[in-house]
């Protein structure tokens, strides 16, 4: 079985081809954290043995003990965090409860061991179901209470002796020999190793409904130079060449040498980052901090929203008002942010549409939008549409003519010798320079947007006259006149009225049946 | 520009005029060996590998040229200019629906521009589209192989993407009528060398944006839905688009931004530890934000060619699988493979929230198209939708 407990075994000196897999990097950030922990001169926790009843139990900690080196040393701002993450660390079998299968880490007094360094899966360990037939034999060879196996353990075994009936003589030897060698051993020492190998299995083999933390993301799996090499046993039991070769995808090509082209690749674009311009972090720091601070009155997250955020109120009325043809005063603001939210909005479109259409100059938003849709279409429709932008919008006697510069005129025609999905993008990016600097600003000084940026004012005093009117007496006539003697409704705001009508819900629609449609409403 | 060819041109007939193994920088061990007599042949290929010599210190100078001009912008942290924002206070974040159906890993995820749809691929071959605010499942496709790997909605709402080990990018109409079968109607458009392991739709119905795994370029395939053809064009391309040309992409340590309409790459930028998992613009697309298994996500500038902050703590050690911004690009919530969200205060560089629930790696992570939520899904079989 393991030889010595401390001293590192196992591969992971020489030749690590696997070193840079995702796994292996936190294996050694935990291994880390973990010789850290143990080693006591440099603030670590105190290993001692602890009296239990008639027994010592040798080389343990306590989970609080190692909650607090967590928070101190890692910086972990609450235990809950530090729990987690030794939780983590126990997982994938570092450090183990001494009497338990579950690898989680508690903030109490139950008692804890390292893992030996031989066992510790930055090894590698892929251990084959022969091992985990010799472990489970060897379990109930040993007539102690505390070692019995636990239900899912004597269900494992059972499947296993099915699977190898033919080996089970083999397997059977196995154990009794690994029974024989551990019988030889100190008796403190083979408590310790004992529990370390059963920490082993609870990795390898873990309790069903726990995480099984070996699994690897296939994705990273191409990276296995060999992913079909000899796996080695934990009892040394030879491989006789029996294992499966496990579903990897290996890539196609082997990692090639530089070659002159690729140098010289290497070389002309590094010509052409020398040559761009770049700004200043200050500036640019400035620019983030802005645009942040402009839209954080329409991030969810960070302001609320009105009506509610229907994941946190169940009520999905928000979704619906931003769907509706009248946009919100916020909305509308949000327009004014810059020429691409105006767009991006399709009410905000629509505004903008309707006021250059009052000036007689649309022409250069609609060619913006055909050349968006033609971005859009199937590639076989691509160069009619191309076609028609063209006759619509540039040529002699277009009926929409637009501005072009000849530099821009000329590479669109000779563009469009060839036409293709992005042939118009010099043409859109003058024209959207142009509506930016020329149309964009007029349109945010004009009444059409002024108007509904106020609108509020308007649709709240429609609103009233509404509820003057209609609704209200039509209620009043259905609920009778307790109400009006309480309060003088036609000096009130309509928001009030409503409030007072939910408050009285309860009573209304017991009494009276008030459709919940309407209580809606208000 | 044309200094460097010159220079190169000047390397080369220098090397012609001198007898090829004097030319050759002796290294220290060679003073001892006999220069043996040299045939033609080996001329030649002398010639060339200095060269290469030669470009690759041409390389390397231009990089130390490029390191020392950036540097000079470098003027100062970007969390150091944002003292001067609010802070933010306490965030009080939370799951607000689980969707349990899949029988094995969560993959991928994406939503649909109704904000409320969600479509998810699992490990055990499953697609399903849920409407995530009422928990139901609208449509569910067994796919041909386990492990698909990429999910994407399309912007009209009417079809859903997803691929993986079978090499194939599938696409699906979703119809209203739960009786059609969904299988029979898809479209497959082939991929032949590798699995596909991202895809998003660019903003139509028409164009699905592919990446494949283990090479460095991704291609796009354009698929019509109304007709029967898959395959009618190719770009290379990425994994996400933000803008109608341009796109990110991470490969190994790198990330690169690349401009569709010419295939070039543009800028590149290397300075995590380890292999990128996750990148997404930041909401007005002039800088990004990537998570590596280093356990770190980085916030890089386009405007000023580097990074501009890192999102680490000495407590997290495990990698990121995915990152998105909120709407505003305030926070960037980056989900890990230690079956936490880490929630970031971009500006400050701090960490606003831990958010526990899941119980297994999260592997993917979006935010909904309003803002409102954000939805995990994760190795331990659901989605989480959090607000």
């Not at chain 2, 460097?4 to 220098?14: A, G, R, V």
Request: hydrophobic share 35%.
């Amino acid at each position: 079985m393991a030889e010595g407990s401390r001293d590192h075994g196992g591969a992971g000196t020489t030749t690590d081809p696997e070193e840079d897999s995702p796994n292996m990097i936190v294996y050694r950030k935990i291994e880390d954290i973990v010789t850290r922990i143990q080693d006591e001169k440099a603030g670590g926790v105190a290993i001692r043995t602890v009296k239990s009843f008639l027994s010592k139990i040798p080389s343990v900690v306590s989970g609080a003990d190692i909650v607090q080196w967590l928070m101190k040393n890692l910086s972990a701002e609450d235990p809950a965090e530090a729990i987690h993450l030794g939780s983590l660390i126990a997982a994938h079998g570092y450090i183990f409860p001494i009497s338990d299968h579950v690898l989680t880490l508690k903030d109490d007094g139950t008692l804890y061991r390292f893992q030996s360094p031989y066992f510790w899966p930055s090894n590698c360990w892929e251990p084959e179901n022969t091992d985990y037939a010799i472990y489970l034999c060897k379990r109930t060879m040993q007539n102690k209470a505390r070692l019995e196996l636990a239900d899912y353990e004597a269900e494992n075994l059972a499947r296993l002796q099915r699977a190898f009936a033919r080996k089970w003589e083999f397997i059977f030897m196995q154990a009794e020999a690994q029974v024989k060698i551990d019988r030889k051993k100190d008796k403190a020492e083979r408590k310790i190793l004992d529990s370390q190998e059963r920490a082993f299995w609870d990795v390898h083999r873990p309790v069903p409904g726990c995480v099984n933390t070996t699994e690897m993301d296939i994705r990273k799996c191409r990276r296995e130079k060999n992913p079909h090499r000899v796996k080695k046993s934990v009892y040394g039991v030879p491989d006789e060449g029996q294992s499966q070769p496990s579903p990897v995808h290996s890539s196609s090509q082997p990692t090639r040498k530089p070659t002159k082209e690729d140098v010289q690749k290497e070389i002309s674009f590094l010509n052409i980052q020398l040559d761009r311009h770049c700004m200043k972090v200050s500036k640019v720091a400035d620019s983030l901090m802005s645009y942040t601070e402009q839209f954080m009155d329409y991030d969810p997250f960070v302001s609320a929203t009105e009506p509610t955020n229907p994941w946190i109120s169940d009520d999905a009325s928000f979704w619906d008002v931003e769907a509706s043809r009248d946009p919100s005063q916020q909305r509308v603001k949000k327009w004014g942010f810059s020429l691409e939210e105006a767009l991006k909005d399709p009410a905000g479109r629509d505004q903008f549409l309707k006021f250059l259409e009052s000036e007689f100059s649309s022409e250069n938003l609609r060619f913006w939008l055909a050349v968006q849709d033609l971005k859009r279409r199937p590639l076989q429709d691509v160069s009619a549409r191309a076609q028609e932008i063209w006759t619509e919008f540039l040529a002699e006697g277009a009926p929409s003519s637009i501005n072009l510069d000849s530099h821009s005129y000329e590479r669109t025609s000779q563009n469009l010798k060839d036409p293709g999905r992005y042939s118009y993008e010099d043409a859109q990016e003058h024209i959207f320079k142009l509506m930016k600097s020329d149309s964009y600003a007029r349109f945010l000084r004009s009444n059409i947007y002024q108007d509904l940026l106020l609108a509020r004012k308007k649709f709240l005093s429609q609103q009233d006259d509404y509820w003057h009117s209609t609704t209200l007496k039509h209620l009043l006539s259905i609920h009778g006149y307790q109400i009006i003697k309480a309060l003088d409704l036609s000096a009130m705001c309509p928001r009030l009225i409503a409030r007072f009508l939910l408050l009285h819900y309860d009573l209304l629609s017991a009494k009276h049946k008030v459709e919940p449609r309407l209580m809606l409403y208000v | 520009m044309c200094k460097h060819y010159l220079y190169s041109i000047l390397c080369i007939s220098t090397s012609l005029c001198f007898k090829p193994f004097r030319c050759r920088s002796l290294p220290a061990q060679r003073k001892y060996m006999r220069s043996p007599p040299i045939p033609e042949m080996a001329t030649q290929e002398v010639q060339l590998s200095e060269t290469l010599a030669h470009l690759k210190t041409e390389s390397d100078t231009l990089k130390g040229k490029l390191e020392e001009e950036r540097a000079k912008l470098h003027d100062v942290e970007l969390h150091q200019v944002a003292e001067k924002v609010e802070g933010l206070g306490q965030f009080v974040m939370k799951t607000r629906r689980t969707l349990k159906g899949h029988g094995n890993k969560v993959l991928c995820m994406d939503w649909c521009k109704d904000k409320r749809r969600i479509v998810s691929s699992s490990q055990d071959g499953k697609v399903i589209v849920w409407d995530a605010f009422t928990t139901n499942k609208e449509h569910a496709v067994t796919m041909p192989c386990t492990w698909v790997m990429a999910c994407a909605y399309a912007p009209s709402g009417c079809a859903v993407a997803c691929g993986g080990l079978d090499n194939k990018c599938s696409v699906y109409p979703l119809s209203l009528d739960k009786n059609e079968n969904l299988a029979a109607k898809k479209k497959s458009v082939a991929m032949h060398t590798n699995y596909l392991s991202a895809c998003s739709f660019t903003n139509s119905d028409m164009q699905v944006r592919l990446s494949r795994m283990g090479e460095d370029t991704c291609s796009s395939f354009v698929t019509a839905l109304h007709h029967f053809f898959d395959l009618t064009e190719l770009f290379k391309v990425f994994r996400h688009v933000l803008h109608d040309f341009m796109s990110l992409q991470g490969c190994d340590k790198k990330a690169n931004v690349w401009d569709m309409r010419s295939g070039q790459c543009i800028q590149s930028f290397e300075t995590h530890e380890s292999d990128i998992n996750s990148v997404r613009y930041y909401p007005s697309g002039d800088a990004f934000a990537s998570g590596s298994d280093d356990a770190t996500c980085r916030l890089y500038d386009l405007r000023a060619d580097r990074e501009v902050a890192i999102y680490s703590k000495e407590s997290i050690i495990f990698g990121v699988s995915s990152v998105d911004f909120s709407l505003s690009g305030r926070l960037l919530f980056g989900g890990y493979n230690d079956y936490t969200i880490n929630v970031w205060d971009v500006l400050k560089g701090t960490r606003v929230s831990i958010l526990f629930g899941h119980e297994n790696r999260v592997s993917t992570l979006r935010v909904s198209p309003d803002g409102t939520a954000f939805c995990t899904g994760s190795w331990d079989h659901t989605l989480r939708t959090w607000a």
